[in-house]
């Protein structure tokens, strides 16, 4: 068997195969109290997210090859020495459990599932047992907390070339997302790959938080990653340290745009930047095409030499690398839609071929632009009833309907990890 099963040198090479995991009772699991902590401005409803959510699913299905979190994860514990140790490792990381009679209790009781049970156990959670008092008053509803943002594939995980980064993530509400894509990257036959992860480095920093939403990977020299809360300056340095592993001579290209901590909808890279085609990419402009106090920083990696320059901004150094990107603008010429339509993810794109995207429907202005630059508009279900084909158009952006999925806080780049795209005739 190939040694690598996950290639991505590109945002835009035609998909060969995505991860995705399909919303379950983890996303309505909160109150308004506990919503924050699990990272959601909003309750959602998971009726509604199901049934938005089978569209962007049966979409992908159509168009490449998926894998489901949870059916990856069930083969993988069908080990019984993986299961074991991955239910240790659950059992040490999870926030809620303190005590040693508390992890033995909840060792046992992962132990005691079948290999789905268990798969779905660790994704929505398992409720706390009042079998003491001290149980019985306390306000946690769970013992093993729901993992609310896994249908957000793309932040635990991210295909960097041929290999695989496992995400130090900011929150420790998406911690177990990352241990569960390690333990599928490292024993699924068919996405087995190396894996690369911060924690097992012996420099580790505790200040070293990355995460796939950062991480753009616009040529197989660039990277585009964005410096903000949920990625540190040392999340960028171990990016670094990975580009240097690539001893060839070639020179290697970090572009680092600084983001704004407020609101929560600037919280990645992709929800103001992403990549449409060989020569087009979407912005939210305020950030990306006017001067603003937050810096866009240059570093060249050739094998251990490291030089770091500011810059006026990231489409312009991607000029100065010889790609010449035309800024499409999310939410058009005035601010109010621009805000407004950034906000729920209308510059989150995501391709599946040089040209060819997906994004929620409800982002009218930004369509409108998309449609001005060549993008013909189409419906997600029609693509999936075969009413229009994809293949017929040089550019189209088709749309989901989305009106509970975006209030997750992502859109359609956010739902999917890629693991294979073809390369990209640039
Ligand atoms: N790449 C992305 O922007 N992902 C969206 C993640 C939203 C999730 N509620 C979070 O705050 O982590």
């Known amino acids: 068997m190939e040694a690598s099963q996950t290639k991505v040198y590109s945002e835009i090479g035609k998909l060969q195969g995505v991860i995705l995991h399909t919303p379950g009772s983890e996303v309505e699991n909160m109150t308004p109290g506990t919503a924050e902590r699990a990272l959601y401005s909003d309750i959602l409803s998971l009726d509604v997210v199901t049934k938005e959510y089978k569209v962007f699913k049966d979409l992908l299905g159509k168009l490449t090859k998926t894998y489901q979190v949870k059916e990856l994860l069930a083969d993988v514990l069908s080990d019984s020495s993986l299961r074991s140790e991955l239910i240790s490792k ?15 209790r909840l060792q046992k009781r992962l132990e005691e599932l079948d290999t789905k049970a268990l ?5 929505e959670g398992l409720p706390l047992e009042k079998n003491n ?3 019985f008053v306390s306000d946690e509803r769970f013992v093993l907390r729901p993992l609310h943002n896994f249908f957000f594939t793309r932040d635990a995980s991210v295909s960097v070339y041929d290999k695989v980064l496992i995400c130090n993530m900011a929150n420790d509400v998406r911690d177990r997302e990352s241990l569960v894509m390690q333990t599928i990257f490292e024993n699924h036959p068919e996405v087995k790959t190396t894996v690369c992860n911060p924690l097992s480095s012996p420099d580790f920093d505790k200040n070293l938080n990355i995460e796939g939403g950062d991480v753009l990977i616009a040529r197989d020299d660039i990277l585009i990653i964005g410096n903000g809360t949920r990625t540190s300056t040392q999340g960028v340095d171990y990016m670094i340290e990975m580009l240097k592993t690539y001893n060839d001579g070639k020179e290697r290209h970090i572009i680092v745009q600084e983001l704004p901590s407020t609101p929560e909808s600037f919280i990645h890279m992709d929800m103001v930047f992403t990549l449409l085609d060989k020569n087009k ?5 305020p950030l990306l095409l006017k001067p603003s106090r937050y810096r866009t ?8 030499k490291v030089k770091i320059q500011q810059k006026e901004s990231v489409i312009k150094t991607l000029k100065e690398l010889g790609m010449d990107l035309e800024p499409v603008t999310c939410g058009g010429s005035d601010l109010w839609h621009q805000e407004r339509e950034q906000w729920h993810s209308g510059a989150n ?3 599946f071929a040089p040209g060819k995207i997906i994004g929620y429907r409800r982002n009218n202005y930004t369509a409108e632009e998309l449609n001005k630059h060549g993008f013909e508009i189409l419906k997600a279900e029609d693509v999936i009833s075969g009413k229009v084909n994809v293949d017929d158009y040089e550019r189209c952006l088709v749309t989901l309907s989305g009106s509970e999925l975006p209030r997750g806080g992502g859109g359609a780049r956010c739902m999917t990890m890629p693991v294979r795209r073809d390369a990209v005739n640039w």
């Open 349 to 351: 794109f995501f391709a």
């Open 297 to 304: 920083i240059h570093i060249t990696v050739q094998g251990d």
């Open 90 to 104: 659950v059992c040490e990381m999870e926030d809620n459990v303190k005590f040693p009679t508390q992890r033995k």
């Open 119 to 123: 798969a779905t156990a660790l994704i």
């Open 133 to 135: 008092l001290t149980d």
């Open 281 to 285: 990419c979407m912005t939210y402009s």
